[in-house]
């Protein structure tokens, strides 16, 4: 079964200072991985998407990478701001389940940028 | 503007009691999803839908129950069987296309009385 492990839990940063957050699986048979942003009481909002066949994606001051050999992504977050401020999760679509669209998501890293 | 609807924001129930969480899309996707999210944890899948009229239990069913009479409906029942269910809903749509990403409502908090 697929696991999805994100460490650290939380981070703090001061206002400026560029930083990468890290998400590793435990199985690489996976078909894409997503990003996304928690903002407290809310919804995900999706950052980026990477497909197994791609490396990295970027999106402004985002950058996701994807290792699928090694099981690892990064989101690097260029020029971090105190908007920032909020939980970032990962998550894999795999087939472990049957269910081609299943997404196994990692508990979090809960992420202060202080101005 | 497009987007996924759920109501209410907070909601609160009897021991006993089977409650309802509603879920509306105008994003005109196939597929709909409903997730439970515990304090400092990642979302668990409940149950997800294809197309109207079918749908499927996810990773935590036990407890709960759903129906897709509309392409966009998609409500979750939290029956007296589930004994802990204390936790934020999320609901979530998306085109059944690998390569599109899933779109998430603001989420339902569910507390016990």
């Known amino acids: 079964k697929q696991e999805v492990t994100q460490i650290p839990a939380a981070l703090s940063v001061p206002e400026g200072e560029n930083l990468v957050l890290n998400c590793s699986f435990t199985d690489s048979a996976i078909y894409n991985l997503q990003w996304f942003r928690q903002d407290p009481g809310k919804g995900l909002t999706s950052l980026l998407l990477?497909?197994?066949?791609?490396r990295e994606q970027t999106s402004g001051r985002l950058n996701a990478s994807l290792d699928k050999s090694s099981g690892r992504s990064t989101l690097y977050i260029a020029a971090s701001q105190p908007g920032d401020s909020a939980t970032y999760l990962c998550a894999v679509t795999d087939f472990s389940s049957g269910s081609a669209r299943q997404l196994t998501f990692g508990s979090g890293t809960q992420l202060t940028v202080l101005p | 503007d497009g987007g996924i609807t759920q109501s209410p924001k907070y909601l609160f129930r009897k021991e006993g009691q089977n409650v309802t969480l509603s879920c509306e899309q105008n994003l005109n996707h196939d597929a709909m999803y409903w997730y439970r999210q515990d304090p400092g944890q990642g979302l668990r899948l409940i149950y997800y839908s294809q197309i109207v009229n079918d749908f499927q239990k996810g990773d935590i069913a036990e407890g709960y129950s759903v129906s897709r009479e509309k392409k966009e409906s998609f409500p979750l029942t939290v029956t007296s069987a589930q004994k802990n269910p204390t936790a934020f809903y999320l609901c979530a749509s998306s085109l059944w296309d690998l390569r599109r990403p899933q779109h998430f409502g603001d989420g339902t908090r569910l507390s016990i009385l």
């Open positions: 990477i497909q197994s066949s791609q």
